[in-house]
């Protein structure tokens, strides 16, 4: 990423065609945005043509645009992305779906630096800097002759790969923090942290859809998060075990009972407790004395030592707990 990083650096101040490769949801689209807010067409429009959303028999018009009556259906002269995007940057999305024979005018366009609209005769001029992405192997492309090898070193001038987000693992905490900023931001959420075993889980996590996968699912988490610290539970994501008892395993025992306090607080919102410590404190002893003298079977006076306290006060607790407890010969 640090040569990501410094390639945007150097080619942000030219005009020079950029072809930005990688797989969906690594960021191609924030890579050619951070290149134009950056460069000195800032103030001029930022144009996005999404080449494979749009019909192949209306994509000549998206990028011309067209003059009234040329085609069925065309009621008024139209303006299109080059001609919207003029003094800034137009961006294609997914350039290696635009069909052959657009992928020669859109050539001549790039060569030329004007156009004329469908249906018109009146040449424009095409001020605009283009960039260009894809999740497509385009060399694999153009051997296959799906893609124009002329266009391809054309719009290969510079050319910045995003790596996938399984191998940048290292990323994952500083994204972590961004996206949990971002979304307290504009979602109005009030998540102050992720815990250790989440973390984790993040790191390990395999990230089929990358960047774009890692917001989603937090989202998801901090919308529907019970309490302000995410846990493994609230990601929706299996472990790499893939068992919820290898979640589980993952909690440490205090992480365990914030997360179980984290539950309670959720339920009892605007019950009024008077003597929550002591409610707490039963809740734990209840099962450490029981497991314990299961442990010892029965011996109070061993598991008196293991808990760290004398006969008489493990015998209160017993009758205070109305513990029952049978003693293993």
Avoid at 44 to 71: I, M, N, T, W, Y
Avoid at 269 to 296: A, F, H, M
């Amino acid at each position: 990423m640090q040569k990501v990083y410094k390639t945007i650096g150097q080619v942000v101040n030219t005009d020079a065609t950029i072809l930005i490769q990688g797989e969906s949801g690594t960021g191609k689209e924030l890579v050619a945005k951070t290149i134009h807010y950056n460069s000195p067409r800032w103030n001029q429009p930022f144009v996005v043509v999404h080449c494979a959303a749009v019909p192949r028999d209306l994509l000549e018009s998206e990028l011309f645009g067209h003059e009234k009556g040329s085609f069925t259906g065309a009621l008024e002269r139209r303006m299109g992305k080059f001609e919207l995007a003029t003094g800034g940057t137009l961006f294609f999305d997914e350039v290696g779906d635009i069909p052959l024979d657009l992928q020669t005018k859109l050539l001549r366009v790039i060569q030329e630096r004007e156009f004329c609209r469908v249906g018109g005769t009146e040449i424009l001029k095409a001020d605009v800097r283009i960039l260009a992405a894809t999740n497509q192997e385009l060399e694999k492309a153009v051997k296959d002759r799906r893609f124009r090898h002329d266009l391809y070193f054309r719009l290969k001038v510079i050319p910045i790969h995003l790596p996938p987000l399984s191998d940048r693992k290292g990323d994952i905490p500083l994204l972590v923090n961004y996206f949990m900023d971002k979304i307290n931001r504009e979602l109005g959420t009030h998540i102050s942290g992720v815990s250790p075993e989440a973390l984790k889980l993040l790191e390990e996590h395999p990230w089929p859809g990358n960047v774009r996968e890692l917001e989603n699912t937090l989202i998801r988490a901090a919308v529907l998060s019970p309490g302000p610290i995410l846990f493994p539970k609230d990601l929706a994501l299996q472990p790499r075990q893939g068992s919820a008892l290898d979640e589980y395993n993952n909690l440490s025992l205090e992480e365990l009972l914030r997360h179980k306090l984290e539950d309670y607080f959720q339920r009892t919102q605007g019950v009024d407790v008077d003597n929550l410590y002591s409610l707490v404190v039963e809740r734990v002893e209840r099962p450490l004395i029981e497991l314990t003298l299961r442990k010892t079977r029965g011996n109070q006076i061993r598991a008196a030592q293991i808990l760290g306290i004398n006969r008489n006060t493990l015998r209160k607790k017993i009758a205070e707990l109305n513990i029952p407890y049978k003693k293993n010969g």
